[in-house]
């Protein structure tokens, strides 16, 4: 019996796992890639390498961001579309399944943990608009929902399962503790980016801008400090790291901006480039560089460099233009 887990590396799908595998179960984890979430270790790498299970990565495409621009069900506190981006994995894992000869798959889903995504009802729409319906196990809180095929069909013991529920991750943290893995996964802080105000403002403003939204889109809302001036659209790096990235990822028509002999902020200028931006764009990286005189000279460039000497920004102008 060969079953397909969905593995983020956090702690509610390495528990799942851990039941699963201990009633015998051939398991192959699949870990998809999504671009707002915010995990900076490869936890689910080192979780299947720890319990000796193949590890399948699919980065999500056009596709999950189009998803992100028009959810079917909605938005949920932020601009994070749960229930259609479950239905979206769902759906990959139901081909990775057939791939890889898997009779069944597995979540580290727990009734009530998330408000808009982890409720009973949600939970059954998600695995049948996935054309699942029946086959997705939630180890966790199986207890609490309807038999599946797997235990119906005797593939997986329902007397080990569990019947956790809530937003309290205690009971998760004592079974990690007695399974002697409280030291192999992420603390509860980051995950998705959609759901911070500050970020969900970003993307609302891209989405309200940008017909079709790409992935060098979606890595650049996650990069420096954001401006809109009508159609054009400003982002200053906040440190050397991001400086590097907005150059790699700008667009050969954009500008580029630098305070030249002081330590600078890259910024760079995409959309309309009038007069009026490059100004505005000029006075942001100013207020954001180490020069302290009133006025300095800021070069601006595509291919061919260029100064203009401004007056940088105060507060309330910054805060006027930050999306």
């Known amino acids: 019996m060969k079953a397909l887990a969905l593995l983020s590396g956090g702690l509610d799908s390495i528990l799942a796992l851990k039941l699963v595998l201990d009633q015998s179960i051939e398991v192959v984890a699949l870990n998809i890639i999504l671009p707002f979430v915010t995990e900076k270790e490869d936890y689910a790498g080192t979780t299947a390498k720890k319990f000796g299970i193949p590890l399948v990565r699919v980065e999500a495409g056009k596709e999950y961001l189009a998803i992100v621009q028009n959810p079917k069900h909605g938005y949920g506190s932020g ?29 580290g ?121 009508g159609t054009a659209k400003i982002i200053v790096g906040r440190n050397e790291e991001e400086n590097t990235q907005l150059l790699a990822l700008k667009r050969p028509e954009a500008y580029a901006f630098e305070v030249p002999g002081y330590g600078s902020p890259i910024a760079i200028l995409e959309g309309t480039t009038s007069k009026e931006a490059i100004e505005i764009a000029a006075k942001l990286t100013a207020r954001y560089s180490d020069a302290e005189e009133k006025s300095v000279f800021v070069d601006y460039w595509t291919n061919k460099k260029e100064s203009i000497f401004v007056t940088p920004f105060d507060e309330a102008e910054v805060l006027r233009l930050r999306i």
């Not at 994070?80 to 597995?106: Q, S, T």
């Not at 729409?125 to 095929?149: I, M, N, Q």
């Not at 759901?195 to 650049?220: C, G, I, N, Q, W």
Request: aromatic fraction near 8%; include cysteine.
């Open 109 to 229: 889903d727990v009734l009530g943990e998330r408000p808009m995504s982890q409720y009973k009802n949600a939970l059954k729409l998600e695995e049948t608009e996935a054309g699942l319906e029946g086959l997705v196990l939630r180890p966790l809180s199986a207890k609490l929902l309807p038999v599946t095929v797997p235990e119906r069909n005797g593939w997986v013991d329902r007397n080990k399962l569990l019947a956790i529920s809530g937003r309290s991750r205690k009971p998760q943290i004592e079974l990690a503790q007695t399974f002697g893995l409280q030291d192999e996964y992420p603390a509860p802080a980051g995950g998705c980016r959609l759901t911070y105000k500050e970020f969900a403002s970003k993307v609302r403003d891209l989405f309200k801008h940008t017909e079709k939204v790409t992935k060098r889109d979606a890595m650049l809302l996650q990069i420096g400090r954001h401006f809109r001036v």
């Open 79 to 107: 601009m994070n579309p749960c229930i259609d981006c479950h239905i979206y994995m769902l759906r990959e894992a139901k081909k990775i399944a057939k791939e890889v000869g898997a009779e069944f798959i597995f979540t």
